[in-house]
């Protein structure tokens, strides 16, 4: 509703579907590349703009928002970490390292091998010959504590049995779910549900391996 009062463009599922990008303009004069995306798994463009058009194109979002009396707000990364999390969404540098498989991060449909020659292909393919039933580990996600905020951020070993299994790539209170969330590789063996320790300082906080997304599996939400 606000992007609709900001441009004449088609912004609707037809104009702009979900996963794809179109130059569209503002009605400030600022050029935008809008793609039908969202990292908080809500309904949702980013919006990519040349820096001579970023403050105005964010007035006019703001002005559109406070017209339709919707309650507009700016969140800082820290929310947005929170929300990824509880969407199972990747982030580059946490869950997504050189040293980590994109079959591994459960992004494997998201490469296609048959698309031509890329960086890393050949490995793919020979990591993927050589393990045929799948993996031996991958990333999952993982719930600890109970509704209480815990002091997690990221790091901290993942004991199943009492022995170290892995450590929290990425952790955050999930606000929709009322849970500490975080994400961790594991054996592939390990199951939904199977009970887990995490080292909170100086004390084992208990967990449990929960589904790969906590919330609105389905992705209705971000089709609107």
């Known amino acids: 509703d606000i992007l609709g009062q900001t441009t004449s463009d088609d912004i609707s599922d037809a104009g702009i579907p979900i996963r ?3 130059e569209i303009h503002l009605r400030s004069g600022a050029p935008a590349l809008a793609t039908r995306i969202s990292y908080a798994g809500e309904l949702g463009w980013e919006l990519t703009v040349s820096p001579e058009w970023a403050v105005s194109a964010w007035d006019t979002l703001v002005a559109a928002a406070r017209d339709l009396e919707v309650g507009l707000e700016p969140v800082g990364y820290r929310a947005l970490d929170s929300l990824r999390l509880e969407k199972g969404f990747r982030y580059y540098g946490a869950e997504l390292t050189t040293q980590d498989s994109p079959i591994e991060a459960g992004m494997g449909p998201f ?5 031509g020659d890329f ?4 490995a793919l393919i020979a990591a993927r010959d050589a393990s045929p039933g799948g993996p031996s580990r991958r990333l999952r996600s993982v719930m600890v504590g109970g509704p209480d905020w815990l002091p997690v951020f990221g790091g ?6 009492g022995e170290v299994v892995g450590r929290l790539r990425s952790a955050a209170f999930g606000h929709t779910v009322e849970r500490t969330v975080g994400t961790v590789y594991l054996p592939a063996s390990v199951a939904e549900g199977a009970p887990i320790e995490i080292d909170v300082f100086d004390r084992r906080e208990p967990g449990v391996v929960a589904a790969d997304v906590l919330h609105d599996p389905t992705g209705a939400r971000m089709r609107g």
């Open 156 to 161: 901290e070993a993942v004991r199943m049995n």
């Open 111 to 115: 490469v296609r091998l048959g698309k």
């Open 119 to 122: 960086i890393g292909r050949e």
């Open 20 to 22: 794809t990008a179109r």
